[in-house]
């Protein structure tokens, strides 16, 4: 980091809150991990606006799951807002950019995970538009993810709930994933049941998954005790996730949704099993703690 604890206590971060829960979190989280750091930073959670004035957005329907309160974040005025998007034109406009190319220093820099660096965090005001998606952010930030979680009553139950013996969540997603040819094959669940009758014997398995016809037409997933499938509203998603949380091991494959159950609900006799890699076509962030076991993805 370039600059002091006390410099950057001048520099105003705002960070854009979007996709699904999993993706939130992870950015509600990193959002943390800055202003520990020293920076003034808010949220923009305006994505999910587009999903109430129609049904016309490109992007796949997602609601907040959980508003910016419980993390104790602001969330921007409109006024800040007419700011970020002033700059975006700037940004995305050539003719605009020879018009400011003899800025020097510029006090604006919006920036994705792509050309992310630390040492950019230089300006007076930074928009950070992206997933964040790495496990030491979690490591570093889980007492403050564990302390925020617990403000709601449903997961807090979840975490201290005692787990059934054995009891193993497994996440198959397919939907999405079978387009990005990124969606796990039988032969990846199957030496992940065989690893675990090895190491713990029989035990109790709860899928949750997109596709719930494709599971029950599957005889390797014939054992489950419970098949849960999507859900799309906010006290649904947060009982989905404390359902999640609430297991002694976790087949967690290769979905953030899934990852962040096992991370937050990790025990030292868990099982956490993962995709290794966790994307075939496309590089990746480190999203996998030294304790867990890798299980091929071919």
């Not at 971060?13 to 979007?18: G, L, P, T």
């Not at 709601?152 to 005692?162: D, G, I, R, T, V």
Request: aromatic share 14%; net charge positive.
């Amino acid at each position: 980091m370039t600059a002091s604890p006390d410099l950057n206590k001048k520099i105003n971060i705002v960070i854009e809150i979007k996709g699904g829960f999993g993706n939130q979190i992870f950015q509600f989280t990193f959002a943390n991990y800055l202003r520990n750091k020293g920076f003034k930073v808010k949220v923009n959670t305006r994505f999910y606006n587009q999903f109430r004035k129609n049904d016309n957005a490109v992007d796949t329907f997602r609601q907040l799951i959980i508003g910016e309160e419980l993390f104790d974040f602001k969330n921007i005025n409109y006024f800040y807002l007419k700011f970020l998007k002033l700059n975006k034109k700037i940004n995305d406009s050539n003719k605009i950019k020879k018009i400011y190319k003899n800025f020097k220093n510029p006090i604006y820099i919006k920036l994705k995970d792509s050309n992310f660096t630390e040492e950019l965090l230089n300006k007076k005001f930074i928009h950070l538009d992206g997933y964040w998606q790495n496990i030491d952010n979690l490591i570093s930030e889980k007492k403050f993810l564990y302390d925020s979680l617990s403000s709601n009553k449903m997961l807090k139950k979840s975490f201290e709930n005692p787990r059934i013996e054995n009891s193993t969540m497994m996440l198959v997603r397919r939907g999405d994933y079978i387009d990005m040819n990124e969606d796990l094959g039988l032969e990846f669940y199957e030496e992940c049941i065989k690893q675990l009758k090895n190491k713990i014997g029989e035990f109790h398995l709860e899928i949750f998954t997109d596709d719930v016809e494709w599971v029950k037409s599957k005889k390797i997933f014939s054992d489950a005790k419970n098949i849960y499938g999507p859900e799309e509203m906010p006290f649904e998603v947060i009982n989905l996730f404390g359902k999640m949380i609430n297991n002694q091991h976790f087949i967690v494959g290769n979905s953030t949704f899934s990852l962040l159950a096992a991370f937050l609900g990790e025990r030292e006799d868990s099982l956490i099993l993962v995709a290794d890699p966790w994307f075939r076509e496309r590089n990746f962030g480190n999203l996998t703690k030294d304790n867990w076991i890798k299980i091929k993805n071919i």
